[in-house]
């Protein structure tokens, strides 16, 4: 974490979502906000926060400095670095991994020139490795952004990396024939049942 | 009351406890890490598991309140298993350096791992390290050695009362770190070492120069402040290495602060080890004859209020009792306890005592500060008020100079005379004292060091006569900041226009000869002409125009009596020898007496303590709140408006102990290069 010359403050729309989230709990327990309002703080100053940032939500929220800390550095989702336009967060756990997501993590490297925790000289993608992100069933996973894209392969991976570069619209969800998390193809199972539904 | 059955055993305990405690009142011992009688529970470390029937799984005894009819099993083979693999995964990331650890030989996690381990680890991969965190000068830390049981992080927030210390990132990337990597601003930071189950957080000071097997041990009672704080002097040889607390639940609970843990490297330095007379204007080496003899020449034929004295800070009640014959054998009773000039009154007990007790804040429902700032007078009573706040939601409302204090506090504002108000009802906290069911009004030495503070005396007496008075509960107390001062009180120790009243007459010519009994707080210049007679183990303030230096004990250096703030009797024990040619005070004084004509009757420590109970009865009263009958002190007078100044203007430089203390002098230089850097990098 590192300070930013900038001095912080909460946008007009973060400090409407923020206050939402504070009005959520009882009063005197606005500190339960702190999560979506340190989301909040990430998503405006670009994907990241600084030591500003968490002394400023302290302070908003009546927490000590290093209360909010902890928290922020509890839960992976927030970076304390700069991050790129996208942050290509590959699924690295076991189903994933099973499913071939160091392929995944090689072509991305491979194809952005980088490796785990850099980012790319133009700014545009950052490249880390996460925990599993809970869609294994689609395994194997990545997240960018808020989107999470799912039965990936190397080509279809270099594929989305390339249509994000250059600015094209990319389709959420599997990346190949899937209609969410249904089985591939047809129906493999409870087919009467199935059958009888369409 | 749920009975439940332990090990086979019924026993019926009280509600609300956890079953780890019942076990303990059934006597399983139930090995921990995380749980902390005085800390909240967090239940992290996993090391306090039993069975419990019907649970599908060991439970973690720390954290789960006891149920009737439970049946819990805390010597099966299934939970010697837990504990063993508890323990496996505790030392997975442990750096197993104990024989340079300085926890060694008194580590729990040692202890446990040798009661309650495998014996021997599985694990064959690389283990993680931690860089060292910057915690001050009081506290070294080790941190890949801690096992994140966060007893160090509550402490912090419940007892001492800063949020600055926190864990960070998780998992095994967990560290424990303040915030920024400040120093831990708080002026209990050292009980973090004795809470730190492992070697993590251990004693800067102390590092690495002895352990603890090689140390004579000496139960004691601490001076630092007026709270007398049990207290345990480690000693090896002559020195004294280190100081830790000792458990008393009526008083300091298990804390100390910090200048009561590391003053004592001030004990070995700037020492008056031989006597010393002036002659021809320079003080000069003596031996005790000749520097008796300087001072029965000087004192021939002195009578009466021609000798005056002033006792100190850290006097024990022993040594003031034979000075006070001294000065009696020369038909004087000038000789005053308070150097601060302090308007306390000697006539009622009530008066000057902590009359709630300091437990009383457990109970109190609302607390007024009358020119105390508790944090840097007694930090450990700090700490209580803060629980007292924290759990119970006690209301605090000041009047004195709005300080941090670590909790919060309502500001009446600094000017004395609105305690006439409150008397009068006209004021807000009137009606909050008189809703309270338990309340106390706390004044401080701030305010009664005031030209007028016998008027504040009398009307913090009114008021707490009027709204403060419950069945079985008073609530007027005083918050000294003298360890002597109420043994010095219950002496008698008081003179009309005080000590400024015997500096005056001094710089006027009027005195003889004058003595100081440890007296380094006051500004001695007016004694330049005349015959000062320093008894004293520091080179400090008193020596500066003293004629004769008669070199005595410290506190560790002597049995002696000390009476602490709410009127608790108790002995302190010598710990090591007096350097050099330096004698206990008491001894000195009666040695004095024979060279002067009039021996002090009495030739044994027992034999003195006997007749100082005939002049204060409460001297034999040993380690006891007494209840004082409530009477009529203060004089009723004009309180001026204005401020009131506080009573410290530096906690770690308070007596000439804690002033020769390198320690304290880097407690003080780390608060200065902080505040600098702070406007330095900050701005
Ligand atoms: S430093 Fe010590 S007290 Fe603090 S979490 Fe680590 S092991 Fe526990
Ligand atoms: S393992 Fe990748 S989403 Fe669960
Ligand atoms: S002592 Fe119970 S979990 Fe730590």
Redesign the pocket.
Known sequence: MSGNAEKFEFSSETAASAEMHVAKYPAGKQQSAVMPILDLAQRQNSGWLTQEIIEYIADYLGMAPMKVLEVATFYTMYNHKPVGKHHVQVCGTTPCWLRGSDDIMNACKKHLGIEKGETTADGLFTLSEVECAGACVNAPVVAIGDDYFEDLSPESMIELLNKLKNGEAVQAGPQIDRQTSAPIGKATSLTDFVGKET | MPTLTIDGKEITVDNGLTV?QACEEAGAE?P????HERLS?????????VEMERAPKPI????MPVGDGMVITTNSETVKKAREGVMEFLLINHPLDCPICDQGGECDLQDQAVAFGRGSDRFEEGKRAVAEKNMGPLVKTEMTRCIH?LRCVRFAEEVAGVDELGALWRGENTQITTYLGQILDSEMSGNVIDLCPVGALTSRPYAFTARSWELKKTESIDVMDALGSNIRIDTRGKAVMRILPRLNDDVNEEWISDKTRYACDGLSKARLDQPYVKLDGKLTPANWAEAFNAVADALKGANGSDVAAITGDMADMESMFALKGLLASMSSDRIDCRQDGAALDASCRAGYVMNSGIAGIDEADYILLVGSNPRSEAPVLNSRILAAVKGRGVTVANIGSAEDLTYRTDELGDDASILDKILSGKHATAKALKDAAKPMIIVGQGALARTDGGAILKAARDIADKYCMADGWNGFNVLHTAASRVGGLDLGLTTDGGADGIMDDAAAGKLKAVFLLGADEIDTSALKDTFTVYIGSHGDEGVRHADVILPAAAYSEKSATYVNTEGRVQHSEKAVFAPGEAREDWTILRALSDVMGHRLPYDSLEALREQMAIVAPSSAQLDQKPDEAWGDFGTKGKITSGGIAPAIDNFYATNPIARVSNTMADCIAARETEVEGATGTNG
């Not at chain 2, 529970?41 to 598991?49: D, K, P, S, T």
């Not at chain 2, 973690?60 to 954290?63: I, L």
């Open positions: 780890l139930i921990r890490f995380c749980y529970i967090a239940g992290n470390c996993r090391m306090c598991l973690a005894s720390c954290a049981c």
